[in-house]
């Protein structure tokens, strides 16, 4: 609630970086009301105001996620493309080049635009060009290459992650959890990137912590466990939305 506030505070002062996460929250009804019309409302007045080029994406997503029309969300994030934003190459590639049921229908297109996103710095475009590089891996016969594609899959997923991308902190924490990508296992390595993601805003790491804490993979202090599931209920998971039901209903949490 206070981190609410917060937000409300500096989005009615004017702060473009509140501006695009409360509209963000709005659209998709993290942590308040779903508001689609009213996000709108807000896009339309602030680019009637400036150039902004966020607002077009913020945009694409308002129409997407209010109409379903994908066409016209994608007029939206190709303009903000053009524009220079960088997180607009992944929706745009969601409404081009996959279905409604989350299906690659033009691989071709797919790649091509995380060929760009990467190109023009964005850390999600490299986390998914380095997942779809998995298959080569897999099918590499040289050991030796193929520990040296793992060396750079890890190496790529470490940069895109300090380009801010937290889903590359998801993906790195699970590779160590799992001792996979010929890395050693590690538990307390797995649990930085988690940590990581989740101050970046990964509802999947806020899930990773709330589970290793669940199965007693590591301390369980009811606290932060508590404060994961807050924060990943903000982040959208449904899961730990769920969780936090249960704390406020049984008294561990207070509005």
Sequence with gaps: LEYKRLMDKAFTEGSHLAAKWVLLDMIYGR??????????????????????????????????????????????FVKAVDAGVTDAYIDLASVTTIDKGGNIVDYDGYIELLERGVAAGDGQSLTLAVLESISAIDMCEDEQQAQQYRADAIADLEFALNL?????????????????????????????????????????C????????????????????????????????LRLKGQVVKLYKAGKLTP
Aim: net charge negative; glycine share 10%; hydrophobic share 40%.
């Design 31 to 76: 942590g308040r009301e779903a508001d689609i019309s009213g996000a709108i409302a807000h896009l339309n007045k602030f680019m009637a105001q400036s150039d902004e080029p966020t607002w077009l994406y913020i945009m694409g997503c308002a129409v997407e996620e209010q109409s379903g029309d994908r066409a016209q969300a994608a007029e939206w």
């Design 206 to 237: 806020c899930e990773s912590m709330y589970d290793l804490m669940e199965d007693g993979v590591v301390a369980d202090n009811a606290d932060f466990k508590a404060q994961i599931a807050l924060w990943g209920a903000r982040y959208g998971s």
């Design 164 to 204: 801010g991308d937290s889903y590359a902190a998801y993906q790195l924490g699970a590779i160590y959890l799992n001792g996979s990508y010929g890395v050693e296992q590690s538990i307390d390595c797995a649990w930085q990137y988690y940590t990581r993601g989740v101050l970046l805003g990964s509802a999947f």
